[in-house]
Nanobody
Framework: QVRLVESAGGLVQAGGSLRLSCAAS????????MGWYRRALGGQRELVAS???????TYVESVKGRFTISRDNTKNTVYLQMNGLKPEDTAVYYC??????????????WGQGTQVTVSS
């Protein structure tokens, strides 16, 4: 069994910063792509940023230049550094990881979600 455990989000003022982390543990052979999604109240889930095992990154246009995704493969952990936060970044953030288990089964695992609230 595999778990993704996210760090706590929080409440921050506009212009502030927050760092999220997500650690994968359990029956893991390797972790391929990892990413962060978010869902605002009443909205649809969107991909915020993703990173391959080799470190290639992608970002949704609205966060480019403000958010940075990174990972530590030795810890099966992905990070999201969020700077210059805006009220429209308020959402529940979910970690996602493409897991390869010890038996070579591949599937996508999700974190429990963490609330990020940006006040104006």
């Amino acid at each position: 069994q595999v778990r993704l455990v996210e760090s706590a989000g929080g409440l921050v003022q506009a212009g502030g910063s927050l760092r999220l982390s997500c650690a994968a543990s359990g029956n893991i052979f390797s972790v391929n792509a990892m990413g962060w999604y978010r869902r605002a109240l009443g909205g649809q889930r969107e991909l915020v940023a993703s990173i391959t095992r080799g470190g290639s990154t992608t970002y949704v246009e609205s966060v480019k230049g403000r958010f940075t995704i990174s990972r530590d493969n030795t810890k099966n952990t992905v990070y999201l550094q969020m700077n210059g936060l805006k009220p429209e970044d308020t959402a529940v953030y979910y970690c996602n990881a493409d897991i390869v288990t010890q038996t070579m089964f591949t599937y996508a695992e999700w974190g429990q979600g963490t609330q990020v609230t940006v006040s104006s």
